[in-house]
């Protein structure tokens, strides 16, 4: 056999095997997003980002074009692979993140800012203060918020008028009056906080939210925690919320999350802008942070903004009534 020969060989026999093992890398990817974080195993293959399914597809799309097979053959391994690329793009532009979205996140309503703050040094908290203040939420909530709360653009922001409480994690800034604040839950790394404001004047209606910090660790099983945070919801027996939201670590459209929230919509699913995940800052890809809704608000945009510090990106979201 001539070294020409060889090399054509060894060349073909690893397109094959790189090309089965692009599809194997799907079908886990697949999976994750079938059988989601149900179970312990499976939520780590869950949080796979589409990226990798798309660098997987491109493989394989670029290995179908080895020679060997019959004509045939290699026509439909090459639209095979060629769609399933195409479809996961789409998919990532489209459905996943709103990367073609025509919606202004900067819209007239009830403006709502979230951001875990965690890891902020505090040589920037004023900084972040600034921009908290140039955001100019009508209710700007942070988790793990450090000193940021009491900076000096804070308070000139809120002025007298408005309304600073921190209910552990949380803090909250509102300019609508606060009628509760009320702690339901802090107990291992998981807290439900239970606010209720006179949103009138913008909704004509009071507004109920539930903030939700949520165990961070990796291995800490997802579905097991969303059991354990719904169990204790259904048993203090909360006034109906309006919007759910804070720092999950569970991603969007998961098992888990619906387990907590089976009846509400993600804001980001009805009004998202834009790329759609919040964590890490740096380079995001996962959505982790959220805001839910029921049916009585409408989401008229949601927006992830990077802040520039914190290990997370915020989430802003502008809402009116839903009998508007």
Not at 14 to 40: C, H, K, N, P, Q
Request: hydrophobic fraction near 45%; proline fraction near 6%; include cysteine.
């Amino acid at each position: 056999m001539s070294v020409r020969r060889l090399l054509k060989n060894i060349f073909i026999i690893t397109a094959f095997a790189t090309m089965y093992a692009a599809l194997l890398g799907l079908a886990v990817w697949l999976t994750g997003r079938i059988v989601s974080d149900r179970y312990e195993w499976s939520q780590w293959i869950a949080w796979t980002p589409t990226p990798v399914a798309i660098a997987l597809a491109g493989v394989g799309f670029l290995c179908a074009w080895r020679p060997g097979g019959t004509t045939r053959r290699r026509r439909v391994r090459r639209i095979s692979w060629g769609v399933s690329l195409f479809g996961l793009v789409v998919y990532f532009a489209l459905f996943e993140h709103h990367l073609f979205s025509a919606r202004d996140c900067d819209v007239q309503g009830l403006r709502i800012v979230h951001w875990n703050s965690s890891a902020t040094p505090r040589a920037q908290t004023n900084d972040a203060a600034a921009l908290l203040a140039e955001l100019d939420g009508d209710v700007t909530i942070l988790t793990n918020h450090g000193a940021i709360h009491r900076r000096q653009p804070i308070r000139e922001w809120m002025g007298e008028d408005g309304f600073v409480l921190r209910p552990q994690p949380f803090a909250v800034m509102s300019k609508l009056p606060v009628l509760e604040a009320r702690t339901v839950v802090s107990s291992e790394q998981m807290h439900v906080v239970v606010l209720r404001l006179d949103a009138a004047a913008s909704l004509g209606q009071d507004l109920t939210i539930w903030l939700i910090d949520l165990p961070s660790n990796p291995e800490t099983p997802r579905m097991e925690t969303a059991r354990t945070v719904r169990a204790w919801i259904d048993k203090a027996n909360l006034p109906p919320a309006d919007i759910i939201l804070g720092d999950f670590n569970m991603t969007r459209g998961s098992a888990s999350l619906k387990v907590i929230a089976p009846t509400f919509r993600h804001a980001f699913d009805v009004a998202g802008v834009g790329y759609g995940a919040t964590y890490p800052r740096k380079t995001p890809w996962l959505h982790i942070d959220h805001m839910l809704v029921a049916d009585s608000i409408e989401p008229l945009s949601y927006c992830v903004r990077n802040p520039g510090v914190s290990t997370h990106r915020l989430q802003l979201m502008t809402v009116k009534s839903a009998t508007e």
